[in-house]
């Protein structure tokens, strides 16, 4: 029994030709709309490394690597993907008539593809009720408010999956006898149940599953492009053309055809667009990721700006991309520009609130890439707009002025290694970069001599720049200052290299990231260290004798060193002792607040991100919070004070220092 046959005298094929036109014309024409859209972006060469490229569509798109890194909604929906993949094949044979199956018969291919479709079916089902349990009885906080779109497309797939087993039993009843075949075993159990259904109403039931079933498949191409169902689309591309940089490496205004930095003093600032303001600025990788988001939320879940009230969500900031597109698209594509900017859009508050922690990328099941959208919207708030948060006026003034966000003289950078008997300037195995918070901070300045006395005591050859360090630029450059940040760069690595400087040792990760992964296109190559990196192997080959610590200690993973540097094992194998650990720690670390130049920028009382933190820090019980940075000793420490929490906030190299056996040294 099938519903191939003639309606009020129709022949089904005319009526399914009819809807097959409608249903894949419009989506066509709303793919081909998108795929204009996301040309207008500029250029970004990412058709490289193939063989990389297409070993992640495998493991990412296809093995769902990401998705299923949180459990429930990821397995969900790996069960529906997958499912689909080894249904959609039955969409032909159910769109020929059966055709395809009879083919498939003659190459003895129709039973294993029947079991293959009916297992594509059940899975799809399973994940289907799982996501609808997650969404109507579980509703995690983040879903709750939403739409009803999401649970409605739900139904609508269950739909397709029950009907086509309706449809794949009325197969069954149809023949004369022996009609159960068992390589559709979930149809054999839909035959079962229908068995004792009178032929006439079988029929109608059929001839209804098979057409609600078609309907709905037809409704699903033309909602796939409206909705976060574009994703289906829109992450191959995302996929595909994932960012092989390094995390967090920026890119500078202009490079030249190996792709170094154009020197400032060679830019040409005729074709130049300095930072992001309208759509077309974007590139086109950029602009992708708006129809490439699957609304999961994972970002936003993860995002200290949102976390702590703040008008940042990276979702909202994804969603934005894709509906101002949409919005304005006709106009887009007409050349001319809409009232509204990308900026507008975003919102000044939002595109501030960002510490660049990347908490958000890297929770991304599909390689959206949130935070050069609002770096990039810095860059053309400051130097294009000039409209800034006016503390960050004070900032680009100090750090023009005496190289160092505080303003403080230049000429006292190397004031805190007094009476330490370091080399200064001088040619070195390595060059001790200290950073400015290292040098004119009163705190941190300890954490640089603990660092310098270690590597005394190691033997270690090292010299530090003395005056002739500058910032390195991360936090002009993260405040989307790019042209400062250029000139700082370039000053540093000409006087670095003028000593001939291959191996740096930094105790802050933001040197650490900026030096080591991208100062390499301003003509700067080193191999750069954190110095938990290189007093944990002093420690580890004898060279330093450390007492495990004895107090209870927590370790705060800076968001440069842990998720965005990847080195999470030799701060806490330099500390030595079993630490307590947060339970938001490595790589899944919650940020301090303190990055993307959030540290110089005033935070409202009640939506501080480094409150959340010292919660964290002081729900395990630890006597101690170590930190291996800057930054997060500022924040930390301010952030403890705020909950009244008194334990002391402590660089790894302060507490190694108190534990050096001096007696077996
Ligand atoms: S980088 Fe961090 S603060 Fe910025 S949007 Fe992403 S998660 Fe939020
Ligand atoms: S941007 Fe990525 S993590 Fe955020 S909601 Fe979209 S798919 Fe999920």
Not at 51 to 58: I, S, V
Not at 169 to 189: K, Q
């Amino acid at each position: 029994m099938d519903p191939f046959h003639d309606y009020y005298g129709i022949p089904w094929w005319v009526l399914l030709g009819l809807w097959s036109f409608i249903a894949i014309g419009l989506h066509v024409y709303q793919v081909g709309f998108i795929v204009k859209l996301i040309r207008l972006g500029k250029d970004d060469d990412r058709f490289n490394s193939w063989k990389q490229r297409m070993k992640e569509f495998l493991t990412d798109w296809l093995g769902q690597r990401k998705v299923v890194e949180d459990k429930l909604a990821g397995y969900a929906h790996a069960l529906i993907f997958w499912g689909f993949l080894m249904l959609v094949s039955d969409v032909i044979d159910l769109g020929t008539g059966g055709l395809f199956a009879e083919l498939l018969e003659k190459i003895y291919l129709a039973n294993i593809w029947n079991l293959i479709v009916d297992i594509g079916y059940t899975m799809a089902g399973i994940g289907i009720l799982f996501a609808l349990y997650r969404r109507l009885i579980v509703k995690p906080e983040k879903l709750k408010g939403a739409s009803m779109e999401g649970v409605l497309i739900l139904f609508a797939i269950l739909g397709i999956v029950l009907t086509a087993f309706i449809v794949e039993a009325g197969y069954m009843l149809g023949e004369e006898e022996n009609h159960l075949n068992y390589w559709e075993p979930v149809g054999v159990l839909f035959a079962k149940q229908m068995d004792s259904i009178d032929t006439e109403t079988l029929g109608i039931i059929i001839d209804v599953s098979y057409w609600i079933h078609m309907i709905l498949i037809g409704g699903f191409l033309i909602e796939i492009p409206q909705t976060k169902h574009s994703h289906l689309i829109g992450t191959i591309p995302n996929v595909m053309f994932q960012d092989h940089n390094a995390m967090g490496t920026m890119n500078p205004m202009q490079t030249d055809e190996n792709d170094v930095a154009v020197k400032t003093d060679d830019l040409d600032f005729d074709n130049l667009t300095l930072g992001v303001n309208k759509f077309e600025d974007f590139t086109w990788r950029q602009l992708s990721d708006g129809w490439a988001c699957t609304a999961c939320a994972r970002c936003q879940d993860v995002c200290p700006a949102y976390n702590s009230g703040k008008t940042l969500n990276p979702m909202q900031i994804i969603m934005d991309v894709k509906n101002y597109g949409k919005e304005h698209g006709s106009l887009l594509l007409a050349g001319e520009e809409p009232e509204e900017t990308i900026v507008d859009r975003f919102t000044p508050d939002a595109i501030w609130a960002c510490t660049t922690c990347y908490a958000c990328v890297d929770a991304c099941p599909v390689h959206i890439e949130h935070v050069p959208k609002l770096t990039d919207t810095r860059r053309h708030l400051v130097m294009e707009a000039s409209e800034f948060p006016e503390e960050l006026q004070n900032l680009f003034n100090n750090l023009e002025r005496n190289s160092n966000p505080w303003g403080m003289g230049a000429h006292t950078r190397a004031d805190w290694a007094e009476g330490l008997d370091l080399k200064i300037g001088e040619p070195a195995e390595y060059l001790f970069y200290v950073g400015c918070a290292g040098s004119f901070d009163d705190r941190n300045k300890k954490v640089s001599r603990a660092t310098a006395k270690l590597l005394k005591e190691a033997g270690v050859d090292f010299s530090i720049l003395g005056e002739m360090e500058m910032c390195n630029g991360d936090p002009a450059r993260r405040a989307g200052n790019e042209f400062l940040f250029q000139m700082m760069a370039e000053m540093n690595v000409d006087n670095m290299n003028s000593l001939g400087t291959l191996k740096v040792i930094t105790a802050c990760p933001h040197c650490f990231h900026t030096i080591g992964k991208e100062y390499e296109k301003f003509g700067g190559k080193y191999e750069v260290y954190h110095h938990s990196q290189v007093l944990n192997d002093l420690r580890q080959k004898g060279k330093l004798k450390i007492n495990n610590f004895e107090d209870k200690v927590t370790f705060h993973d800076p968001c440069y060193l842990g998720r965005i540097g990847g080195e999470t094992e030799a701060p806490r194998e330099a500390l030595g002792g079993d630490l307590i650990e947060m339970e938001r720690h490595g790589e899944k670390s919650f940020c301090c607040g303190g990055g993307g130049a959030r540290i110089w920028m005033e935070e409202d009382a009640d939506k501080r991100v480094n409150e959340i933190r010292a919660k964290e820090a002081s729900k395990t019980g630890a006597d101690c919070v170590a930190v291996g940075c800057p930054f997060c000793m500022t924040m930390m420490s301010d952030g403890l004070k705020e909950i009244g929490d008194v334990k002391p906030v402590k660089d790894i190299s302060e507490i190694m220092l108190e534990n050096l056996n001096t007696e077996e040294a």
